[in-house]
């Protein structure tokens, strides 16, 4: 049973920071591309970040410089460090992994990330 699991959303003033974690199970974590998707009230869900399974790594325009993601194969865990947040980061953030060669995927619950003074 596959499980991706997300914690480190909540509330934080503008310019403020947070990282989201999410814990894999039930999959080879080291094969698969992680990717942190968002989904604002009204809007479709976009990409935010990924990290493919060598470790190169793609941000969207809007988080270039700001956010980082990251892998630790030994703990199952990819992280996303989010910093100077600001209001339109606002959303549902959903962990995903993606097994590239059979585009198998698998998505976690989602956390919320409220920026808002």
């Known amino acids: 049973q596959v499980q991706l699991v997300e914690s480190g959303g909540g509330l934080v003033q503008p310019g403020g920071s947070l990282r989201l974690s999410c814990a894999a199970s039930?999959?080879?974590?080291?094969?698969?591309?992680m990717s942190w998707y968002r989904q604002a009230p009204g809007k479709q869900r976009e990409l935010v970040a990924g990290?493919?399974?060598?470790?190169?790594?793609k941000y969207t325009d809007s988080v270039k410089g700001r956010f980082t993601i990251s892998r630790d194969n030994a703990k199952n865990t990819v992280y996303l460090q989010m910093n100077s947040l600001k209001p339109e980061d606002t959303a549902v953030y959903y962990c995903?992994?993606?097994?590239?060669?059979?585009?198998?995927?698998?998505w976690g619950q989602g956390t919320q990330v409220t920026v808002s003074s």
């Open positions: 995903n992994a993606l097994f590239s060669s059979t585009y198998t995927d698998y």
């Open positions: 039930g999959i080879i974590f080291s094969a698969y591309t």
């Open positions: 990290i493919t399974a060598s470790a190169n790594t």
